[in-house]
């Protein structure tokens, strides 16, 4: 379940970042070039999305501790795709391996 929640958060976050104006048009993922053309669009989905995150980050770990763990996820989000898009280091197969990994950890370890 976090690992779901964070990817709900990065797609959030990415979207976010790719209706900003000052953000260079580097498209690995591919969407990029959608969310461009519909920046009005992009942001409604990704208000949804982070909306959609927050509540199952609630539901999962109550309230007041979901909210802060929702507000932890989405600095940490935040913080590698601004460091890594410009280096170009988000593509399919490192968030692929990334979220892979990540639930692989959670399932077994959890």
Do not use: D
Not at 17 to 26: L, P, W
Not at 76 to 100: Q, Y
């Amino acid at each position: 379940m976090a690992t779901g929640i964070s990817l709900l958060t990065f797609i959030t976050f990415y979207l976010f970042y790719g209706t900003s104006k000052k953000m260079a048009s580097i498209g690995k993922l591919g969407i990029e070039k959608w969310i461009g053309e519909n920046r009005k669009i992009a942001q409604i989905a990704g208000l949804a999305l982070m909306v959609f995150s927050l509540g199952l980050s609630c539901f999962y770990w109550g309230l007041g501790s979901g909210t802060f763990t929702f507000f932890i996820i989405l600095m940490t989000v935040a913080s590698l795709v601004i460091l890594l898009a410009p280096l170009r280091l988000l593509n399919h197969r490192f968030l692929g391996i990334f979220f892979l990994c990540s639930f692989l950890f959670e399932t077994l370890l959890f």
